[in-house]
């Protein structure tokens, strides 16, 4: 499709919740980027150390509210699979923001709802989030974002480590 690109990366992502818990993952995202939005999947990897390692495969969209696409919404549906976990869950954000804030660093904001269903306990489960930060261009081809994360915000006066996270990612784009 004329105007269209197709990108893909390479990565690493870490989510160190704040009660002393922890998810890596890893994998290949390959998407379609228009003037408008974009769409996507990524196939990875992902373990707590604790359990097992799960497979992850997600689809993802995007929608520009503006041309430059510093305001959009977005839909991702992430698929887990292992042996004593599977799950589907459907993340979406009414307003993500990523604002340029010099040529290699800028601000990102992403407030969404998130439904999980575990298919093992045939439980559904619901919540409200947002994660804030920053990406910064490490290299012509690799960026390193840092964000802090907000989970379960329908419990509002619940401000245990279990509903905070400090979260990085390293991406290489291919």
Not at 5 to 20: E, H, M, P, T, Y
Not at 27 to 35: C, D, P, Q, R, Y
Request: glycine share 8%; with cysteine.
């Amino acid at each position: 499709m004329p105007g269209n690109d197709i990108r893909a990366n390479v990565s690493l992502n870490c989510f160190q919740n704040l009660d002393g818990t922890n998810f890596t993952m890893t994998g290949l995202e390959e998407k379609i980027v228009t003037k408008r939005g974009s769409a996507g999947t990524f196939l990875g990897v992902g373990t707590d150390f604790t359990k097992e390692a799960v497979a992850i495969l997600d689809l993802k969209g995007s929608y520009n509210y503006d041309k430059s696409g510093k305001m959009s919404q977005n839909l991702r549906i992430r698929n887990t699979v292992g042996t004593k976990n599977s799950a589907t869950e459907i993340r979406y954000s009414p307003l993500s923001l990523d604002i340029p804030i010099t040529d290699k660093t800028s601000f990102y904001a992403n407030p969404h709802y998130a439904g999980k269903y575990n298919y093992k306990s045939n439980e559904w489960t619901n919540s409200a989030g947002v994660f804030a930060g920053f990406t910064q261009k490490i290299s012509k081809n690799a960026t390193v974002s840092v964000e802090v994360q907000r989970y379960n915000l329908q419990d509002i006066k619940d401000n245990s480590g279990k509903n905070w996270g400090i979260n990085a990612i390293l991406t290489w784009n291919l």
